[in-house]
């Protein structure tokens, strides 16, 4: 299915106030940040970040910041949304060993954070790592300071308080939760729906998220609600969406109940990898093999384990779990972020400002980098669809996964599944309304048919104005029979008049416009928008599965490219040169009993 190109962005309207469904067709899209980190997390401040949440949030906002290297950067477009996300251990204490008045001043580290050298500084972030600096052991337990974790602590709740202007820009309290398991990644950003929270949970605490939960079921009693986003599930070595609890205890309904309310989003993409599928996981996905990161950990060592580390794969593992079970532990929506340590939201391949401040902040210092930080990408963001733009409304959209992630574009999608979507017609007049009136949008559940049926999906997109043409929107499915999952992607719609092989059933590539000499692109393939209905060919009633939306851009030149042409250097071969940025929905899940 082909579309036509469109120059207008499609809007819903004429709607008259009454139904449940004429108010959901209302919610509009919001693009936000919810990963970011100022000089109060300790390896931000050893990269030489000197940035406050405030000045986070009023770079969120639309003003510019410096950034620890000496340039400016400033967002064209303000973001609607953004939670601030330190880490919550030795939060604050590294800024502290610059206070001569402090006793934090006198710890061993505290010459080797502050030296005016970036290499030196970095070493001290290797201290913290292994418990010794010049071979000889450093009391980590001393810089442990309550008293500066809750005067921090205030000033992050102050700061999202203070920027939080309702209607306008929404910010949130928030925190990282930064379990590592033998170099592992189980990272999480726990994010506030209030006005108050309490001292986070860090991982001086314990390292099991399990305990996280239970943690933030207990403050949820008190009034405090919160939900936790797992990030970097591609740096865990499998071991972030397992088949067995931390503690090797088979998995129990009320760990999948425990797990799905306290953890109802995953971060799919950031600057550190997308963790959406691998080749070695998807081999029949032509797109799969797109901004892997293949390490983890502050060495470098090299992930063994992909499967548990990748969101399709937990959506499969969910589905056998549900088939043998009667759960599904891994029933979670997507979003993006960036993980940016700088204060800065790195998202632009054209302002590339890295994400480790002095360590990968200039077009000369990344070419000088090891390999695995070329790997960094400029992503992501959060996309959800909202009423308004209120620490409610994002909050709630959060919580029932109405949301999407992208690399980096502003690209909108919708998509709504059904069984009776006759009414349906994307991008023409009132076109939303049906869809929520007769079926249900990303992060909802289908339940069998009451007769022989089969589910028709409404699939929309429009570009970021600021970006690619759009290539085509893909839906990707997994299903389940007896405790074994499957997987296929299927091309929806796309651009221009391409025709699928008959033979191979693939759809040609889109072309690419990129110059190599010049870093440029044109949008003279692709279209602005696509939309369309797709209609499960394959589908079975008695089989669970899932359903989510994947969006690709044309090619465009990645950030490598913009440096290569500035420097007149080139950067590694084997490094890719070009991107076909994109986003991906939340699934809809469909539940035959």
């Known amino acids: 299915m082909s579309s036509r190109s469109v120059t207008t962005f499609l809007v819903t309207l004429g709607l008259a106030a009454g139904s449940f469904a004429q108010d959901e067709a209302e919610r509009k899209p919001l693009f936000g940040e919810t990963h970011i980190h100022t000089a109060y997390s300790f390896d931000a401040y050893m990269f030489s970040t000197r940035a406050t949440p405030d000045d986070a949030y009023e770079f969120a906002k639309g003003k510019p910041l410096k950034h620890p290297l000496g340039s400016t950067h400033q967002l064209e477009r303000p973001l609607d949304f953004m939670a601030v996300t330190d880490h919550a251990f030795y939060m604050g204490s590294l800024m502290k060993t610059s206070d001569q008045s402090h006793r934090l001043s006198k710890h061993p580290l505290a010459n080797t954070v502050n030296d005016p050298n970036p290499a030196v500084r970095v070493s001290a972030f290797r201290a913290l790592a292994t418990g010794k600096i010049g071979g000889k052991p450093v009391d980590l337990p001393a810089l442990v300071d309550h008293d500066v974790q809750k005067e921090t602590w205030d000033r992050v709740i102050e700061s999202a308080n203070r920027h939080n202007a309702p209607g306008t820009f929404t910010a ?283 589910p028709t999906f409404a699939v929309w997109a429009i570009k970021d104005p600021e970006s690619g043409n759009l290539d085509r929107i893909q839906i990707v499915k997994g299903w389940s029979e007896n405790g074994e999952s499957q997987e296929q992607v299927y091309d929806a719609v796309w651009s221009n008049d391409r025709v699928k092989d008959p033979a191979t059933g693939k759809l040609p590539v889109v072309g690419n416009t990129v110059d190599l000499k010049t870093a440029t692109y044109t949008n003279s393939i692709g279209v602005v928008e696509l939309a369309g209905l797709w209609t499960d060919p394959d589908f079975n009633a008695k089989q669970n599965a899932f359903y989510y939306v994947r969006v690709l851009e044309i090619p465009t030149p990645r950030w490598n490219l913009y440096d290569e042409v500035e420097l007149g250097k080139p950067f590694p071969e084997d490094l890719a040169r070009v991107i076909q940025e994109r986003a991906y929905t939340s699934p809809i899940w469909y539940d035959h009993r």
């Open 172 to 454: 949130f309290i928030g925190y990282e939760y930064s379990s590592n398991v033998r170099g592992r990644t189980l990272h999480r950003n726990v994010i506030f729906k209030g006005d108050t929270a309490p001292l986070p949970f860090t991982r001086l605490d314990s390292l099991n998220p399990e305990d996280l939960w239970t943690w933030m079921d207990a403050i949820r009693a008190e009034g405090h609600e919160a939900l936790a986003i797992p990030h970097n599930s591609n740096r865990s070595d499998g071991i972030m969406f397992e088949r067995e609890t931390t503690g090797d205890t088979p998995f129990t309904q009320e760990y999948a109940d425990q797990r799905n309310r306290n953890e109802p989003l995953v971060e799919v993409t950031q600057v550190k990898g997308t963790s959406e599928t691998h080749p070695m996981l998807s081999p029949n996905d032509e797109f799969a093999d797109f901004e892997l990161l293949e390490t983890m950990g502050t060495a470098g060592s090299k992930v063994t384990q992909f499967a548990g580390g990748y969101v399709r794969d937990a959506y499969r593992t969910g589905l056998e779990f549900q088939d043998t079970k009667g759960f599904n532990p891994y029933r979670f929506g997507l979003i993006g972020s960036s993980d940016s340590h700088t204060g800065i939201v790195p998202i632009n391949e054209n302002d590339y400002s890295g994400k480790l401040g002095a360590v990968d902040g200039s077009p000369e210092v990344r070419l000088k980098m090891r390999r695995t930080s070329m790997d960094f990408g400029a992503s992501g963001l959060a996309g959800v669809w909202a009423e308004e733009n209120t620490r409610e409304s994002i909050y709630n959209a959060l919580r029932r996964k109405e949301t999407w992630g992208t690399t980096g574009p502003r690209i909108k999608v919708r998509f709504f599944g059904g069984f009776d979507m006759k009414d349906v017609t994307p991008g023409d007049k009132d076109w939303v309304e049906a869809a929520y009136a007769n079926g249900v949008s990303m992060g909802g559940e289908l339940k069998a048919p009451d007769a022989n049926g089969t």
